[in-house]
């Protein structure tokens, strides 16, 4: 039979504009929030990270905005370049008594274009 | 050179062998952690040591065996697989496992089940 595959949702950013990718996460007690960025054939790379308490970190060329109120997420990339194509995903993390736990987005492919 | 190491890279096995995957990670973590990425799911954490304890399994076959004789090696046994757990196999160390705690992860294996 025919294997059906995750479709991720694409995003096509012209090469030094910013990129905006979105992320709905789905628990409200999630407390600490990652971004991952993973090339072809690689294994995921950590891009940045947030904790439940903060709204914003900057790192370099990336920002991370959390919205609690509505459990969104988002990652800017400012001045894309050609070596930013990869598919990102956003991790949330959640603990019980049983230990932690991270669930992971489906992802986002970004495409630079020259 | 990400300092976590994985073999083999790709490994194709019949639902009736007894195979088993190496993680190796050279940055003096405490904390790693085995995960499943298909084409058809996000990334999912399979298992999780802290300090050579197993402290997370996320409801995964028994099928699928992990042993972690030290903080520095993981292995994941596979024995009579479906071809459903065709996948990509991720390897992930932290320092310590806690929040804020910055996972590094490895290439991957690319497991093909027959």
């Known amino acids: 039979g025919e294997s059906v595959g995750l479709h991720l949702p694409t995003l096509s950013v012209q090469e030094g504009d910013n990129s905006i990718i979105n992320c709905a996460y789905s628990n409200s007690a999630s407390d600490y929030f990652i971004w991952y960025k993973q090339e072809s054939g690689k294994g995921p790379q950590f891009i940045i990270d947030?904790?439940?308490?903060?709204d914003k970190r900057q790192g370099q060329r990336v920002t991370v905005l959390l919205n609690k109120t509505v459990k969104h997420l988002s990652l800017q990339i400012a001045a894309t370049q050609p070596g930013d194509s990869a598919v990102y995903f956003c991790a949330e993390r959640t603990r019980d008594n049983y230990g932690q736990n991270f669930v992971f987005g489906p992802g986002t492919r970004l495409s630079v274009l020259p | 050179e990400t300092g976590v190491t994985q073999t083999p890279r790709h490994l194709v096995m019949g639902m009736t062998n007894k195979k088993s995957l190496k993680c190796e990670q050279h940055?003096?973590?405490?904390?790693m952690y085995w995960y499943k990425q298909s084409a058809k799911k996000p990334l999912e954490l399979m298992f999780v040591y802290n300090f050579k304890e197993q402290t997370e399994n996320n409801s995964v076959p028994s099928r699928f065996s992990p042993e972690c004789p030290n903080s520095s090696h993981l292995f994941l046994h596979l024995h009579t697989l479906q071809p459903e757990d065709s996948a990509l196999y991720l390897c992930?160390?932290?320092?310590?496992?806690?929040?804020?705690?910055?996972?590094?992860f490895g290439p991957g294996t690319r497991l093909t089940v027959l």
């Open positions: 992930a160390s932290s320092q310590e496992g806690g929040v804020g705690d910055t996972q590094y």
């Open positions: 940055l003096g973590h405490n904390a």
């Open positions: 947030i904790r439940s308490n903060m």
